[in-house]
C-alpha cells in the first residue's frame, strides 16, 4: 500500500498569539480560516494561502502561562530565526 502525502500543516508553538498572527498575516496575506478561542484567547489557528496550510497553537494554557517568554527561548529563536520569504 502506497501512502501519498498531499501536503503538509506545521504547527508553530507560540507565546503571543494576537502578535504571531500580526506578525504573519500582514506581509503573507495568510487567512485565517478556523481558530478555537475568542478575540484574545484564541488558543488555535489555522492559517491558509495557497497550497500552504499554517498552524499556531499557544505554548501554555491561559492559567499557566508565564507573564513573560523565557528568555533562553527568546535568544535561541532570535539566533535560529526561520526563513519567512514573501514574494
Do not use: C
Amino acid at each position: 500500500m502506497d501512502i501519498k502525502f498531499r501536503g503538509m500543516s506545521p504547527l508553530l508553538n507560540v507565546f503571543d498569539m494576537p502578535a504571531s498572527l500580526a506578525f504573519l498575516s500582514r506581509p503573507s496575506r495568510l487567512r485565517d480560516r478556523e481558530h478555537v478561542g475568542r478575540r484574545r484567547r484564541v488558543r488555535l489557528v489555522w492559517l491558509q494561502r495557497g497550497g500552504v496550510d499554517l498552524m499556531l497553537n499557544t505554548a501554555y494554557e491561559t492559567a499557566h502561562a508565564p507573564p513573560s517568554p523565557d528568555p533562553a527561548r527568546t535568544e535561541s529563536h532570535r539566533r535560529h530565526r526561520p526563513l519567512l520569504w514573501v514574494p
